[in-house]
T-cell receptor
Framework: AQTVTQSQPEMSVQEAETVTLSCTYD???????LFWYKQPPSRQMILVIR??????QNATENRFSVNFQKAAKSFSLKISDSQLGDAAMYFC????????????FGEGTQLTVNP | KAGVTQTPRYLIKTRGQQVTLSCSPI?????VSWYQQTPGQGLQFLFE???????NKGNFPGRFSGRQFSNSRSEMNVSTLELGDSALYLC??????????????FGPGTRLTVL
């Protein structure tokens, strides 16, 4: 079974600074996607960024980028120039070739952005 | 294009009752998945429906059931409610069935409180 682990329950960052959220996963599948979702206080789950396992290039979406280390099964999220609106719970998630639409989520990291 | 809608947004029930939650996917989307989110267990996959058929099921007791209609709208039902069923129930839709490449879009959730 696939597992996703986020070892940082809470993180904080100063506005305009950079923060990195960690995620590790375990799988024996070769075809899979990894995701970072943001869940603000409204509870609406918002996709931040995704990475296909076959792509060596790390995904980037504006201020958000990932460091995908396939051999180490590591998938961290870097947020640059942090903004107050980035404050939220962040979930790392996995979806594999045998998962159907099932997403396997990590425990989440609560990010606080200090002004 | 309207997003995923879930009704009701908030619900209070008592132990032993049953409840039905509704999810309307994005227009054109045919796959609907349900997740339960609790502080203790995190985000857990309940089931996935595609073309009115359950395609995938998580590890939940038989009290949790669902269905999908011909217009892709989905309902989930929980019978004989227990205190531990108090949770945020999230619905997600995607264009096609399963597969790691199908992006899922989440609704705002239904907050169920069991007293």
């Amino acid at each position: 079974a696939q597992t996703v682990t986020q070892s940082q329950p809470e993180m904080s960052v100063q506005e305009a600074e950079t923060v990195t959220l960690s995620c590790t996963y375990d799988t024996s599948e070769s075809d899979y996607y990894l995701f970072w979702y943001k869940q603000p206080p409204s509870r609406q789950m918002i996709l931040v960024i995704r990475q296909e396992a076959y792509k060596q290039q790390n995904a980037t979406e504006n201020r958000f980028s990932v460091n995908f280390q396939k051999a180490a099964k590591s998938f961290s999220l870097k947020i640059s120039d942090s903004q107050l609106g980035d404050a939220a719970m962040y979930f790392c998630a996995y979806k594999g070739e045998t998962s159907g639409s099932r997403l396997t989520f990590g425990e989440g990291t609560q990010l606080t952005v200090n002004p | 294009k309207a997003g995923v809608t879930q009704t009701p947004r908030y619900l209070i029930k008592t132990r032993g009752q049953q409840v039905t939650l509704s999810c309307s996917p994005i227009s054109g989307h045919r796959s609907v998945s349900w997740y339960q989110q609790t502080p203790g267990q995190g985000l857990q996959f309940l089931f996935e429906y595609f073309s009115e058929t359950q395609r995938n099921k998580g590890n939940f007791p038989g009290r949790f059931s669902g269905r999908q209609f011909s217009n892709s709208r989905s309902e989930m039902n929980v019978s004989t409610l227990e205190l531990g069923d108090s949770a945020l129930y999230l619905c997600a839709s995607s264009l096609k069935e399963g597969g790691p490449r199908n992006e899922q879009f989440f609704g705002p959730g239904t907050r169920l409180t069991v007293l």
